[in-house]
């Protein structure tokens, strides 16, 4: 099963960009990329996923190179509300998720 | 209308006890999960049922037993706790078809064993 790298955390401005980047060399041709958020004391919800070059949605853009050997999570504006932890993960629908250590987003005022 | 709901949201108990966790999902997913998150904060998936059926069942103790009733229904029932149990107990579930990799996770279940 592919393993990602992502930083331990990051720190950010109301209303800069954020942008997170995933490691995940050795991503199989079946597997898919996605991101999840998590706030304390809830459970993960799911932000985007991708399978190559880019993919947006009213919450986030994914970005992907053409290796896919990385990942690029981008959050534009980013709120007080966006503190939280985030994760990336890589599989297929017949894989277990695994969820790493994510990287931890505190956005200051 | 909450999608994923599990009971009790926190649950404090002693060592050696009995304990259930109950998980109910009204999207008509057919594929249910346990995921264990611990005080460093890694999730790691417990078990997937699919149509009652289960699909992965993870290096866990075999005092863990999930039961599911129906594909809206897994259970998660613990016996003779332990100190190590302690931990935020999440429930999920995903629809075949659906993107991959798409789980709709519950507020968790927070155990504290004494």
């Known amino acids: 099963l592919a393993k990602t790298t992502q930083p331990i955390s990051m720190d950010s401005y109301e209303g800069q960009e954020v942008n997170i980047t995933c490691s995940h060399n050795?991503?199989?041709?079946?597997?898919?990329i996605t991101w999840y958020q998590q706030f304390p004391s809830q459970g993960p919800r799911f932000i985007i996923q991708?399978?190559?070059t880019k993919v947006t949605n009213e919450v986030a853009s994914l970005f992907i190179p053409a290796d896919r050997k990385s990942s690029t999570l981008s959050l534009p504006r980013v709120s007080l509300s966006d503190t939280a932890v985030y994760y990336c993960?890589?599989?297929?629908?017949?894989?277990?998720?695994?969820f790493g250590t994510g990287t931890r987003l505190q956005v200051f005022p | 209308d909450t999608a994923v709901s599990q009971t009790p949201k926190y649950l404090v108990t002693q060592m050696g006890n009995d304990k259930s966790i109950k998980c109910e999902q009204n999207l008509g997913h057919d594929t249910m999960y346990w995921y264990k998150q611990d005080s460093k904060k890694f999730l790691k998936i417990m078990f997937s049922?699919?149509?009652?059926?289960?699909?992965i069942n993870e290096t866990v103790p075999n005092r863990f037993s999930p039961k599911s009733p129906d594909k809206a229904h897994l259970n998660l029932h613990i016996n003779s706790l332990e100190l190590g149990d302690s931990a935020v107990y999440f429930c999920?579930?995903?629809?075949?078809?659906?993107?991959?990799?798409?789980?709709?996770f519950g507020e968790g279940s927070r155990l504290t064993v004494l």
């Open positions: 999920a579930s995903s629809r075949s078809g659906g993107a991959p990799g798409e789980l709709f």
């Open positions: 993960l890589v599989g297929d629908y017949t894989d277990k998720l695994i």
């Open positions: 049922y699919n149509n009652k059926e289960l699909i």
């Open positions: 991708g399978y190559k």
């Open positions: 050795n991503i199989a041709t079946n597997d898919y």
